[in-house]
């Protein structure tokens, strides 16, 4: 296929592999639509199957991030990749030919229920070997999902991530929404990365109507994706506490997160930021003043600095890092990680300046400091720089906002037919949303990919050498979502 050959010429140049998508039905031809992420932007590599097409050579073999994204391209349009790895379920239900049977001549009833091997596929064979499926009810408050643990008792030599309980079909959903309804469910893909959602959807959305948001919305933007950031990372470090039984430091964490929250709230009237970002800049200014923000900024800012540099100080927590989950920096290249999760492993990619957009390039930033053990550890203190450069972003913002006046926040958008691609820096990495319109400016495409669906797929990947108690550390300093997984 010319495309695949097109693909690894750039792939070979430094593009990075940053999504597969799906368009269309087999009886008329499905569309591929690849995302290649570069220097300044995002570019698409489309090719349109013959009607009546189920099959395509693997690409896997050749680019180890489209793992997933043909596995989800199987479940969802029936497309068969030659030679791929493995082609089970994954966004959508196991077959019921897996559940457990009960035992010749019983009665259907639990006591009567014997283990059914075929329930749970193996992929490690050996002497010992079991399978320990946790999920995806678990305790706490999480999402969602089922993680089959290999193992012979101590070690983990495979985790197989069976994300297909939270998927919601809201690709459909899309369809036939108006940018303007769009932007309401781009919010809820993903609620701990509402505003970036929102953010690449509207970009996608102002690139097809050749609309540019005024500064004072550029700038309130940054200013709640920002926000976003901090309150995310520091759910991060509290759930790296909680693992370690640090009480003191999951109450610290968990008062420091609350307070972002509320000031989100005071700002938007929504702790997430929902309903800010429109098509076309924001719905309306902060509700409180430059001033304000600042003194709130300020006295939480040193709060998280202190707390932070303690439980960096804290042996018996340290331990529990490093070394853990380690992803290396050939491996995470390979698979373009994004986020914290590639920036541990040397990666430099960030789509707020590499691919800027809003008011990014209006702002000033230190040098980043490069991080390549790619474990907990590594991921952890990338947050912690990361939470220090956006309250620096964030006085920046204030003070620029002051400058702006009484600028209207938004203006007209009105996208024609046509397809794009928009991004934006979620705290877990980047967000890009796919998007087709008809002549009316509904939708008739809408593909969300979110940085959870895409390094997920490596977590799999960080276990070798690592135990069972190293589960919750690995599966914490990852900071994804699972609603971001499967949509």
Not at 180 to 186: D, I, K, N, T, Y
Request: with cysteine.
């Amino acid at each position: 296929m010319s495309l695949w050959a097109r693909l690894l010429t750039r792939w070979d140049t430094g593009a990075r592999f940053a999504g597969l998508a799906g368009d269309g039905d087999i009886t008329e031809g499905i569309t591929l639509h690849v995302l290649l992420a570069e220097q300044g932007g995002i570019d698409t590599l489309d090719v349109t199957l013959p009607p009546g097409t189920t099959r395509y050579p693997c690409l896997t073999a050749d680019v180890p991030g489209a793992f997933w994204y043909e596995r989800k391209l199987h479940d969802l349009f029936g497309l068969i990749p030659d030679g791929h790895p493995r082609l089970d379920s994954l966004v959508l239900p196991h077959p019921d030919d897996g559940e457990p049977l009960p035992s010749p001549g019983a009665s259907f009833h639990p006591s009567h229920v014997e283990p059914d091997e075929r329930a749970l596929h193996r992929h490690v064979m050996g002497t010992g070997m079991f399978s320990i499926p946790h999920g995806p009810v678990r305790s706490g408050v999480f999402e969602s999902v089922e993680y089959v643990v290999e193992s012979p008792g101590e070690d983990i030599p495979h985790v197989n991530v069976r994300p297909h309980f939270k998927h919601r079909g809201l690709e459909v959903r899309f369809e036939g929404m108006h940018p303007e309804q769009g932007v309401l469910l781009a919010e809820r893909v993903e609620g701990i990365a509402s505003v970036a959602h929102a953010l690449a959807f509207c970009h996608a959305v102002e690139e097809l109507a050749g609309a540019q948001p005024p500064l004072s919305a550029q700038l309130v933007r940054v200013l709640h994706a920002e926000l976003e950031r901090v309150a995310n990372h520091l759910d991060v470090a509290l759930k790296l506490a909680d693992a370690a039984g640090l009480a003191v430091a999951v109450a610290r964490f968990g008062r420091h997160k609350e307070c972002v929250l509320r000031l989100v709230s005071a700002l938007c009237g929504n702790r997430f930021g929902r309903g800010v970002v429109v098509p076309g800049g924001v719905r309306a200014l902060p509700l409180l003043a430059a001033g304000e923000i600042r003194v709130r900024l300020e006295t939480l800012g040193h709060a998280i600095t202190a707390d932070a540099a303690a439980l960096m100080q804290t042996a018996s927590f340290l331990d529990r890092l490093r070394d853990t989950g380690p992803l290396a920096e050939d491996f995470a290249s390979a698979w373009g990680l994004l986020g914290p999760v590639g920036r541990a492993s040397g990666s430099t990619d960030d789509a707020r300046w590499q691919r800027p957009y809003d008011a990014y390039p209006k702002l000033s930033r230190q040098p980043d400091r490069r991080y390549a053990d790619g474990d907990a550890m590594a991921r952890l203190r990338v947050r912690w720089d990361e939470v220090a450069e956006s309250f620096d972003l964030l006085r920046q913002v204030l003070d620029l906002l002051a400058d702006t006046g009484d600028d209207v926040p938004r203006v007209p958008v009105e996208p024609g037919t046509g397809q794009s691609v928009g991004w934006a820096e979620a705290p877990q990495g980047e967000v890009l949303y796919l998007i087709r319109t008809d002549a009316a400016g509904r939708l008739r495409r809408c593909a969300p990919r979110s940085a959870s669906f895409h390094n997920l797929a490596a977590f799999s990947h960080t276990f070798h050498g690592d135990i069972l108690t190293d589960f919750p550390f690995i599966e914490a300093s990852f900071g994804l979502s699972i609603a971001g997984v499967v949509m």
